[in-house]
């Protein structure tokens, strides 16, 4: 055999492909991978010691800031956290009107994080701005509902901040039409690829028991094969009151995880024509009226609550000593517990297909640093 | 064009000159600027294929952008790096673009050549070969691991698909009896203008062929593998800034217009098509030129098309696509295109063949009848070596996913 010397890769922090100030540091023997050393903390802003000193609303924008596609997640999980702390009854039109947040901005974050993998993978941008496309869509919904497209900052303890009007309700109705074309047109641009499956499938292989023992979630986990969707195992605020499947991968691979996150979307768009349908008036209030926002105080005592974001499970954990901010305060972020099986799953394949199994974790910064 | 300049009165040696000269000033000033409007086209194109509108505020739709980014890269820092190999690195851009331009010396312009070189086609892919060592000078040069990293791939794709890439135009050399482009071009224009070599099932596959492997050699998706902007940056080009990365993308886009031409030239019948010979004349040569163009860039669509759809190949496979998959079809090709010739040209082409070994058995046949039994045979071998092949290449494609909806166990067991 030929005398090879190893090589040691700097992929980021300022890569293309590295989804923000990701760094890996990676050895190479030619192309194929030996090692892989993730590096991050290059956009740590301190957010859990501000989640302390912050009174309870105040913190509820910097929520915004953890994963940045979908603030709206956030703001409902760290809601439901405080809303279990202090006992706080949530009237059902705010619950549906979260459930309806929900719900788009997973459609968003799998139609971005699906053409950024598309786009890793060297398909110039055709995906991306197709999802793209879409995503300004749902975005302009949010800004009419919540005043800012990205920072959200919507949910409230006992609600949301604002109602929704019937313009809303005929506009969704309106951008829900084209949803189903932009589903089929993304999978017709690329889904039976010879290319794409070259390059996908039986890439980044993800056993099942490895993902359970990282206690990898959300899209990543149900790609390897285990039925775990926190809407189904626990289901909160209005779940379980809709009729919708969880999609399973069979492999574990990249492709499988491409799939699963195209057929999440469709799952997603039947739980938005069921809470339409099903939403009550505006009778019951849209927010609990009773709770005190700015001077809200938690009896002494500790809550963990969780919701399926678009990339797992989302937790917030909140310890109270009876005063106006948290004791202690910390999030179960999934972009960074899923980052985290990244090594094990690029081992022995090359640099072409590290920033492609990267791509389909599917991470934001903003939730891995904090 | 030094004939007429004699007859104008000038001496024959300045004649010559002058006329080179002017050949000279309308290659660079021809691909430089057909390049730029190259760039503007494809991002239009582009765009259009993604629901946006692409550069459209300079100029008339946008038409001078290419003039205000031309502007922008010269007057951008020249940045070397420290440590690089100062001349290596200098030297790169201009080995790049150099080779590009020569190769722009024999390519006819519609039935007009500048160049009519008696080895034309050996000379234009040799030109394309010289670009693997720019890349190596770039990758090398530089002193970074991302660009060391590009130009290994880039050697190392170039060298593999130049093999079929060659032995793709040889039914080509083959059913010509020559390996001038003008030759070339002028045995396609039979059928008033239509006898393109793509129409015979010898061409398609071939025309096929080379067009793929020539994306290879152009580092077109879905193999731009050597400067794959997610993985190793900008590959050979990540240390340069400025006018020299101005020279390489100029070197790239006109190393893909030149393939371009070069492919329509050599499978679609070049500047032949209805009605030029008719015409005759300078019209007849400017039609010619229309029709040229037009086939040139139409074939760079599908290059567009190709880029804005699928995702880049690794580099493994990009090695096994080109050693398993398209030279053994280069090889069935010239088999059959030997039949096509044996059958159709034996006594033409080479007279002493039929010497050595008589008149072939369909001598007697009309041409008709000949050019049917061509026709057939190559299709069956063609034919059946593309189905062989794919069948052989084949995947088992089994269902990936399943959705269930019954109340989930945590699936912890």
Redesign the interface.
């Known amino acids: 055999m030929l005398k090879t010397e190893e090589?040691q890769?700097n992929i980021g922090p300022q890569?293309?492909?590295t989804h923000g100030v990701f760094r890996m540091l990676v050895t190479v023997d030619g192309?194929t991978l030996v090692d892989l050393k993730p590096v991050f903390g290059y956009l740590h802003r301190n957010h859990e010691q501000l989640g302390e000193v912050n009174t309870y609303l105040q913190n509820m924008p910097f929520t915004d800031r953890l994963d940045y596609f979908n603030s709206m997640v956030n703001n409902h999980a760290y809601a439901r956290t405080i809303e279990t702390l202090a006992g706080v009854e949530v009237p059902e039109r705010a619950q549906y009107i979260r459930v309806i947040m929900d719900e788009l901005s997973r459609i968003l974050n799998h139609a971005t994080a699906m053409g950024f993998m598309?786009?890793?993978?060297?398909?110039?941008?055709?995906a991306l701005?197709?999802g793209m496309?879409e995503r300004e869509k749902i975005l302009d919904m949010f800004e009419y509902v919540s005043g800012a497209r990205m920072m959200c900052n919507y949910c409230r303890f006992g609600g949301v901040v604002r109602d929704i009007d019937d313009w809303f309700i005929t506009e969704l109705k309106k951008l829900m039409q084209g949803l189903p074309h932009y589903f089929d047109d993304f999978e017709g641009?690329?889904l039976n690829?010879e290319?794409?499956?070259?390059?996908a499938r039986n890439i980044g292989v993800l056993p099942k028991d490895l993902a359970?023992a990282y206690s990898v979630t959300g899209p990543v986990l149900r790609g390897s094969g285990?039925?775990?969707?926190i809407r189904?195992?626990e289901p909160y605020a209005v779940y379980d009151r809709f009729?919708?499947?969880?999609?399973?991968?069979?492999?574990g691979d990249v492709?499988?995880r491409f799939?699963?996150r195209i057929?999440e979307m469709r799952e997603s768009y039947k739980i938005l024509e069921q809470a339409l349908e099903q939403l009550p008036d505006a009778t019951g209030g849209f927010i609990n009226p009773k709770v005190k926002q700015q001077s809200l105080k938690a009896p002494a005592g500790e809550a963990y609550a969780r919701v399926e974001s678009p990339k797992g499970e989302l937790g917030f954990y909140v310890v109270s000593d009876g005063t106006g901010s948290a004791y202690r305060y910390k999030v179960r972020a999934p972009s960074f517990i899923n980052l985290s099986a990244l090594a094990d799953m690029c081992k022995g394949y090359?640099?072409?297909?590290v920033?492609v199994i990267l791509g389909s974790i599917d991470i934001v910064m903003g939730e891995v640093d904090r | 064009m030094a004939d007429a300049l004699t007859q104008l009165g000038f001496a024959s040696w300045l004649s010559v000159l002058i006329a080179s000269i002017i050949k000279v000033t309308l290659i660079l000033v021809g691909g430089s600027v057909g390049m730029m409007f190259l760039t503007w086209y494809e991002r239009r194109s582009?765009s259009y294929?993604?629901?946006?509108r692409g550069p459209n505020r300079v100029g008339p739709q946008g038409l001078l952008q290419p003039i205000s980014e031309a502007i922008k890269t010269m007057t951008k820092e020249d940045a070397t790096p420290r440590d690089a190999d100062k001349i290596v690195h200098f030297l790169a851009p201009v080995v790049m673009l150099g080779a590009t331009v020569l190769s722009f010396a024999v390519i006819p312009w519609g039935r007009m050549f500048p160049v009519d070189l008696n080895a034309a086609v050996l000379f234009v892919i040799a030109t394309g070969g010289l670009h693997s060592i720019g890349m190596m000078m770039a990758g090398w040069g530089s002193n970074n691991?991302?660009a060391l990293?590009g130009g290994m791939?880039g050697v190392a794709q170039l060298i593999s698909y130049e093999i079929p890439q060659v032995m793709a135009i040889i039914p080509v050399v083959l059913m010509t009896g020559s390996m001038s482009l003008q030759k070339i071009v002028e045995a396609q224009n039979d059928f008033a203008g239509l006898g393109w070599y793509v129409f015979s099932p010898v061409g398609l596959l071939g025309f096929a062929l080379f067009f793929t492997a020539s994306l290879a050699e152009g580092e077109r998706?879905?193999f731009?593998?050597p400067e794959?902007?997610?993985?190793?940056?900008a590959g050979y080009m990540t240390e340069y800034s400025g006018m020299k990365f101005a020279v390489f993308y100029l070197s790239n886009y006109m190393s893909n217009l030149a393939v371009c031409f070069v492919t329509a030239t050599l499978y679609l019948g070049g500047g032949n098509g209805p009605g030029v010979d008719a015409l005759g004349g300078i019209a007849g040569g400017l039609l010619s030129l229309v029709y040229f163009l037009l086939k040139s860039f139409a074939l760079f669509f599908v290059m567009v098309l190709i880029?804005?759809?699928?995702?880049?190949?690794?580099?493994?496979?990009l090695m096994s696509f080109a050693w398993k998959f398209l030279l053994p079809l280069v090889l069935v090709n010239i088999l059959s295109a030997s039949f096509w010739v044996a059958l159709l040209r034996w006594d033409q082409q080479w007279p002493q063949l039929t010497e050595w070994f008589g008149a072939p058995s369909t001598a007697d046949a009309t041409n008709w009848g000949r050019l049917a039994i061509a026709i057939v045979l190559t299709l069956l071998i063609n034919a059946g070596a593309v189905a062989l092949i794919m069948r052989l290449t084949n995947?088992n494609?089994q269902k990936?996913?399943?959705?269930?909806?019954e109340?989930?166990?945590?699936?912890?067991s």
Do not use: N
């Open positions: 090589l890769i890569h293309p492909s192309e598309l786009g890793d993978m060297g398909a110039w941008q055709t701005l197709w496309r641009l690329l690829s290319i794409l499956l070259a390059r359970l285990v039925a775990y969707d189904k195992a009729k919708f499947k969880v999609p399973v991968g069979t492999v492709y499988d799939l699963v057929a090359t640099i072409a297909d920033v | 582009i294929m993604q629901d946006r691991k991302f990293l791939r998706t879905p731009d593998i794959a902007d997610s993985e190793i940056i880029r804005a759809t699928v995702p880049r190949l690794r580099v493994d496979q995947r494609v990936h996913l399943y959705t269930t909806d109340e989930l166990a945590l699936g912890l």
